[in-house]
T-cell receptor
Framework: ETGVTQTPRHLVMGMTNKKSLKCEQH?????MYWYKQSAKKPLELMFV???????ENNSVPSRFSPECPNSSHLFLHLHTLQPEDSALYLC?????????????FGSGTRLTVV | AQSVTQLGSHVSVSEGALVLLRCNYS??????LFWYVQYPNQGLQLLLK??????LVKGINGFEAEFKKSETSFHLTKPSAHMSDAAEYFC????????????FGTGTSLTVIP
């Protein structure tokens, strides 16, 4: 148990489907993040929420839509994905948004787009 | 711009041998430096971090790392490898005052040979 819980652990979806990834933390952290982990590539930061406010990341396609209803929950809504979006999606949280705080990661959702 | 380079995408050591995983970074300001470990089908777990103070940092599972400013390095070491150390290791850097942005290396896969 890492303190950050992600569901589902595995997800297979068609390109026309709509699905959502869920992340939950009860560590009292006030910043939450979505990362994409693809084979042989550095982790890619997708979205950041600090005190429930979103930090825009313009490089993420609009088919990925985050939602942070409160400081404990973070969602990633998916629609009309492409096969190249298949990856491990990691959620993380931190005590603050400052760069000296380490992250606590969830176990990830393994997404396969068919 | 910051960057992180991990030399050697795959490292193999014998059980009981020294583990050395290399990390070099580029940063225009004093960095915060981190090592994370990822076991199969899991998220990333913080091993250790350097923010300020003593440059030799001790982490969990017997690992330690030394911040060498002159060499822009933060290599991870462990005196004696254990089979359970087999995993993927990621070096990460953030800069003071930049808030949420972490930069991760591409990772080093550690194999421990019995």
């Amino acid at each position: 148990e890492t303190g950050v819980t992600q569901t589902p652990r595995h997800l297979v979806m068609g390109m026309t489907n709509k699905k959502s990834l869920k992340c939950e933390q009860h560590l009292g952290h006030n910043a939450m993040y979505w990362y994409k982990q693809s084979a042989k590539k550095p982790l890619e930061l997708m979205f950041v929420y600090s005190l429930e406010e979103r930090v825009e990341n313009n490089s993420v396609p609009s088919r990925f839509s985050p939602e942070c209803p409160n400081s404990s929950h973070l969602f990633l809504h998916l629609h009309t994905l492409q096969p190249e979006d298949s990856a491990l999606y990691l959620c993380a949280s931190s005590q603050g948004a400052g760069g000296n705080y380490g992250y606590t990661f969830g176990s990830g959702t393994r997404l396969t787009v068919v | 711009a910051q960057s992180v380079t991990q030399l050697g995408s795959h490292v193999s050591v014998s059980e009981g041998a020294l583990v050395l995983l290399r990390c070099n970074y580029s940063s225009s300001v004093p960095p915060y430096l981190f090592w994370y470990v990822q076991y199969p089908n899991q998220g990333l777990q913080l091993l250790l971090k350097y923010t300020t103070g003593a440059t030799l940092v001790k982490g969990i599972n017997g690992f330690e790392a030394e911040f060498k400013k002159s060499e822009t390095s933060f290599h991870l070491t462990k005196p004696s490898a254990h089979m359970s150390d087999a995993a993927e290791y990621f070096c990460a850097v953030s800069e003071a005052g930049t808030g949420n942005q972490f930069y991760f290396g591409t990772g080093t896969s550690l194999t421990v040979i019995p």
